[in-house]
């Protein structure tokens, strides 16, 4: 049995920035109520012409992923790419990236879903391959254009401020010291749910064709997404809190041992809820939602990237990914760094 190790991180957010009041020019809202209900002062939109798109952004991150696990592109025996917004209905975006980075060997590429729990699902996935000793080195990328498919009039205010657009990527591979690199990773899902948070279109059960038949005024537009908030709001608290100490209670851990913990980055009501729940100090929780909204898939990549490029984890550091979002879906991982 093999335990795998993050060797090298990459984010890539595209350049045009959309502030708050940006957003209010094109819907009832307004900077106050986007700082006091989610602590979001801006994020990253993709502008048309830009080149940038889901896969594109996830290839950018990866590039730097790669170079900084001083890899090569061919190394590369497995890609993960985790998104609930790909360019294309099918095939995902994980082929896309092997062809974008020219990767000259035929990799398999694996498409993970699980939307905002897409990045701790899409590093589980990964471990175990790494565990068993079947790949060596996994190209794991979280990447989102959400902009591409929000409403932004008025009846989508309370999703469309929320979401931005960005990728991160991380290169695991196998180490070569036992006890450092991912301890355990721990997944959930609670499908009973699965309205509270969705897009019902396109899909086969909301065809674009039969959408518009069936909604000549476009009153309920399925293919914008939906979220029940505050209900979201309610088991997110309780589902993060639940996976951490889950993830730390299997390898023997205390709340005390954390030294990083980057939350997916929902919300940072929900982020300072759960430190206050858990005693966490400041320095102890990463936090990056004011300048890049929720990237769902790429937040905890954009985030862990931004925390080890700052210096704020260091080598021996407990290191504790969690997240939360539609399905429900819920997960943690617990690292040494
Ligand atoms: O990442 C995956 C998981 N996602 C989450 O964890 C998100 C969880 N939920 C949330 O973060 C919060 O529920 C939101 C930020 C989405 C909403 O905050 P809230 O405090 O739950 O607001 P609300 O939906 O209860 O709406 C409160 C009021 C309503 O007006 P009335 O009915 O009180 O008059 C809304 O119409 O705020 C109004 N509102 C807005 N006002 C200005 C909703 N959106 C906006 C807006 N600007 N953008």
Redo the contacts with the bound molecule.
């Keep these: 049995m093999y335990q795998s190790k993050i060797a090298g991180l990459g984010s890539y957010v595209p350049e045009n920035v959309v502030t708050n009041d940006d957003l209010s020019k094109l ?4 900077d106050a ?2 700082q006091e ?2 602590g979001i002062k801006e994020r990253r939109h993709i502008k048309k012409g830009d080149g940038n798109s889901t896969s594109v952004m996830g290839f950018k991150a990866a590039k730097i992923a790669i170079e900084r696990a001083k890899i090569s592109k061919d190394d590369i025996d497995l890609i993960v790419f985790a998104t609930l917004s790909p360019d294309l209905y099918f095939p995902g975006c994980g082929v896309m990236v092997q062809e974008l980075l020219g990767i000259n060997n035929t990799c398999p590429a694996i498409d993970v879903r699980d ?2 729990s897409g990045f701790v699902y899409a590093i589980s996935v990964a471990d175990q391959f790494i565990k068993t000793g079947m790949y060596k080195n996994v190209l794991v990328i979280g990447s989102e254009n959400h902009s591409g498919g929000l409403d932004f009039s008025d009846r989508g ?6 979401f931005g657009d960005g990728a991160g990527a991380a290169v695991l591979t196998r180490s070569n010291h036992i006890g450092q690199g991912i301890l355990s990773t721990h997944l959930h899902s609670e499908g009973k749910h699965v309205m509270e ?1 969705s897009q019902k279109g396109p899909s086969t059960e909301y065809w674009v064709p039969q959408i518009i038949a069936d909604n000549p005024q476009g009153d309920d537009i399925p293919y914008y997404p939906y ?1 029940n ?2 209900f ?2 309610k088991h ?1 608290i309780t589902r993060f809190t639940e996976v951490i100490l889950e993830g730390l209670k299997a390898n023997g851990l205390e709340i005390d041992d954390i030294n990083m913990l980057i939350p ?1 980055q ?2 940072l ?2 982020s300072q809820f759960i430190q206050q729940k858990l005693k966490l100090s400041d320095d102890q929780v990463f936090n990056n939602i004011q300048k890049y909204g ?1 990237t ?1 898939a790429a937040s905890i990549p954009i985030a862990l990237t931004e925390a080890w490029e700052q210096g704020k984890i260091k080598d021996g550091d407990t290191v504790v990914l969690a997240a ?3 399905g429900f879906t819920w997960g943690s991982v617990i690292m040494e760094w």
């Design positions: 819907m009832d809202t307004n109520w986007i209900r989610t939307q905002c205010r309370s999703i469309s401020v929320i948070l979220m908030g505050p979201v709001f997110a997916h929902a919300n009501r929900i929720n769902t939360f979002g539609s």
